[in-house]
């Protein structure tokens, strides 16, 4: 996994067992020469490089008129250098100016991952498993100095790039645009793969061919949004699951972001990630750097699921960290929609005894346990014990829940406050809001100004307090709003550029702060659902509540679509009641579990409302969920038909070794004499034997044959769905069916 320099050709090659990524310098000017499946090292590809003379192109010199940085792949594009097309880069001199020069000075490889200065990032455990080259341009005139970072990873098909910018010079400047990383690919027959939605409908899969122009998602709302997520993918047109050549880009950021292509009129595509430049700008005095977010590209051979599984592992194993990082996950009962704010003491143990009677192993307390919250209007921003509620408090309450043998979890939404509180009166400067102008509630509340270190100090103090004061075992951290009338009352004019980005780092210093001072604690990030469902909140919370739409077939499609870019680890998954209370349609209890086991699996619901039949199916399926569940959170997970293309969905997870695996298949609407069918699995072994068995269905009513059959079959023939259990092809038996099908290898 090293990375080769060759001095006299100025050539950086970046390689695994997987991929290559090659730079090269021409004309001054670090540019990409390929990006894509390993190939060998040469001395130099410079062949691989054009500048001849196009018509109405600005050359880069008097010397050099013919070459023209618009038509060289630059790694670093900039503004002001006849480069006519979005920059990476754009800074303001002190004279107005926003011409540089951005040359080559010359480069460092270190090994390892060095982290990003109050970023998260992705990381190396061991010196050897990363290797991390730099490469450093400055602007004579400015001063302003670019440190380009790229690691190559000895395991994972990916390289994670990044900026540093430091102002070298005599006299401020100012960044206008400061993304994270640019990539070109040497023509445009690909296409774009976006995850997009709102709220309760987050990261549904839209795929459309690249067109000339700039195509792309983006969000302004100061966090990643449930609009648009940080995470684009280029496919060939051909590309499937399991075959052809995909690129997928993922910014590592939880603010306002821009991921574009750009394919211009020679066909090639600029692809473009970081910071929205919308609303943005940052004055450097002189020493002063800035570092922008990390963004990981993938490229995979193997279609969209080999792209997928690089993110999943990487993101799983080297971007989330800490405690929980690789322990199988607590199942939970959540009592948000069983009881939403009208709650007492006597209420929540009623529930969560017959949580524990269950199997159930966390109880987790939403939203109203503090002062002044019966309802949305007030309470935000004190985060001072409601004791009518909870005479004992929350350390009481925990106890009592601990008695009956389950953990204690609470929800938080610390970036939050309500006009009427203590905070609010005590500190209208600390709310996001211009006095001149009209306030805009959203929610019934308002953003702290998490810019300012007073108001993160404030939270960190109050919390801690809280949580300090039980035996708190999970924490649900929510963000329920969006940023709207963005005025930081504390500083200064030339800062209010500054705001959205350091909003979100001082969310991540305040994540920082009590992770660490609570490391045994899981974390679980929440944006009204999947609103700030990104790489950046992985790194301090190993997971996310994917949507706060829990109906089993509108999850079907947004956790198939965050599975694209995240893995299954990541995504909050629960059993709620029925009628939906997002939908109000009704599914069965078997189909709510069958599609929640895929995640890290709860229940959203009142267990004290469960008929005798209820409570024994759910002791089955807690009883189930902890037999598999590190092999459904931690292996490889294959998708095989998509809930976007039609009427069914499935998927898969298979262990390491390739020696068990799960299935499941989901039919949404019956289908009148259904014609047979059968889905072709993947990851297993071609050479091993397995057995198939049907989760829940008895071993008279199963396929008589009894049966072993190879890995090969099973991914090339494919699993016979004839329903044994009632004598028909498919099912029969009405709306909204899953199956779940276990596959053991067998020796023989």
């Known amino acids: 996994m090293p990375i080769r320099v060759h001095a006299e050709s100025q050539t950086f090659h970046l390689y695994n067992n997987e991929i290559s990524y090659i730079v090269t310098v021409c004309a001054g000017y670090p540019v990409n020469v ?19 003379w196009r018509a109405s192109s600005v050359g880069v010199s008097v010397e050099r008129e013919a070459c023209s940085l618009e038509h060289l792949p630059l ?3 900039f503004a002001g250098s006849g480069d006519m097309r979005t920059p990476m880069i754009e800074a303001v001199a002190a004279n107005g100016s926003r011409v540089m020069d951005l040359v080559y000075q010359g480069h460092e490889v270190v090994p390892g991952k060095p982290a990003l200065e109050g970023l998260p990032a992705t990381y190396a455990e061991r010196d050897d498993e990363a290797e991390t080259l730099y490469l450093d341009l400055a602007d004579r005139a400015t001063g302003l100095a670019v440190r380009l970072a790229y690691t190559v990873f000895e395991n994972y098909a990916a390289v994670a790039r990044s900026v540093r910018i430091e102002n070298r010079g005599a006299e ?13 690919l040497p023509d445009a027959g690909y296409d774009m793969i976006e995850l997009v939605g709102s709220w309760a409908r987050e990261r549904s899969v839209v795929r459309n061919p690249l067109h000339p122009g700039v195509q792309g998602v983006y969000s302004l709302r100061g966090h990643s949004s449930h609009q648009f997520n940080p995470f684009i993918a280029l496919a060939r047109p051909e590309a499937t699951e399991e075959a052809g050549e995909v690129y997928g880009f993922n910014l590592v950021y939880s603010g306002n972001h821009a991921m574009t ?143 009956l043998g389950m953990e204690f979890g609470l929800w938080i939404e610390p970036e939050m406050v309500n006009p009427g509180t203590k905070v609010f009166e005590e500190h209208p400067e600390w709310v996001l809001h211009d006095p001149a102008q009209p306030m805009r509630p959203c929610r019934h509340q308002y953003v702290l100004d998490m810019s300012n270190p007073a108001v993160v100090d404030y939270l960190y103090d109050r919390l801690e307090k809280v ?72 790194a301090f919370a190993p997971q996310a509540w994917t949507s706060d739409d829990t109906d089993a077939v509108e999850r079907l499609k947004i956790q198939y679509g965050t599975s694209l870019a995240y893995p299954v680890s990541s995504m909050g998954s629960h059993v709620s009641a029925v009628p939906n209370h997002q939908v109000h349609r009704v599914t069965s209890l078997k189909m709510r579990a069958d599609v929640a086991y895929f995640g890290t699996f709860g229940y959203e619901l009142d267990a004290t409302h469960l008929t005798p039949e209820e409570r024994d199916e759910v002791r089955e399926q807690v009883a189930f969920m902890k037999r598999y569940r590190e092999l459904i959170q931690f292996g490889s997970f294959y998708r095989l038909k998509s809930p976007f293309a039609g009427n069914e969905c499935a998927w898969m997870t298979v262990s390491e070794d390739c020696s068990e695996a799960l299935v499941a298949y989901y039919r949404v609407l019956q289908v009148v004499n259904a014609p047979y069918r059968r889905i072709k699995l993947a990851g297993l072994d071609a ?15 199963a396929d008589p044959c009894g049966r072993t059959v190879s890995g090969a079959e099973l991914m090339q023939i494919g699993l016979d769905l004839f329903d044994h259990s009632c004598g028909q092809n498919h099912d029969g038996q009405g709306d909204f069916r899953s199956r779940l099908f276990v596959v053991e290898r067998v020796e023989e």
């Open 34 to 52: 390929y990006f894509g499946k390993r190939v060998p090292d040469e001395e130099s590809y410079g062949y691989l490089l054009h500048d001849t």
């Open 75 to 77: 790694e670093c594009p």
């Open 172 to 184: 401020a400047l100012t960044l206008e645009a400061a993304r994270s990383a640019s990539f070109q």
């Open 261 to 403: 292509a750009d394919v211009d009129a020679y066909d090639t595509v600029r692809v473009m990630t970081g910071i929205n430049p919308q609303g943005f700008s940052w004055e450097l005095a002189p020493g002063e750097r800035f570092q922008a977010p990390e963004v990981v590209a993938v490229y995979s051979a193997r279609g969209l699921g080999g792209m997928s599984r690089t993110f999943h592992g990487l993101f799983g194993r080297r971007l989330a960290r800490g405690t929980w990082r690789d322990r199988p996950r607590p199942i939970l009962i959540n009592n948000w929609e069983a009881t939403y704010f009208d709650f007492d003491e006597e209420k929540l143990l009623s529930v969560a005894r017959a949580a524990a009677d269950l199997g159930i192993e966390l109880f987790v307390l939403d939203d109203g346990w503090f002062t002044n919250r019966d309802d949305d209007f007030g309470g935000l921003g004190d985060w001072e014990v409601n004791t009518t509620k909870l005479p004992s408090g929350i350390s009481g309450l925990a106890k009592r829940i601990n008695d």
């Open 467 to 538: 949580i300090g004061s039980a035996n708190i075992s999970y924490i649900k951290w929510d963000m329920n709003r969006s940023l709207g009338d963005v005025f930081s009352q504390t500083r200064p004019a030339h800062e209010q550029g500054r705001v959205y980005h350091a909003f979100i780092l001082g969310v991540y210093e305040l994540y920082r702060r009590l992770t660490e001072r609570f490391p045994q604690i899981l974390f679980e990030s929440c944006a009204g659902g999947g609103g700030r469902f990104d790489a950046g909140m992985l």
């Open 687 to 701: 050479a091993a034997r397995y057995r198939v068995t049907e989760q829940g269905v008895a071993a008279e009513d």
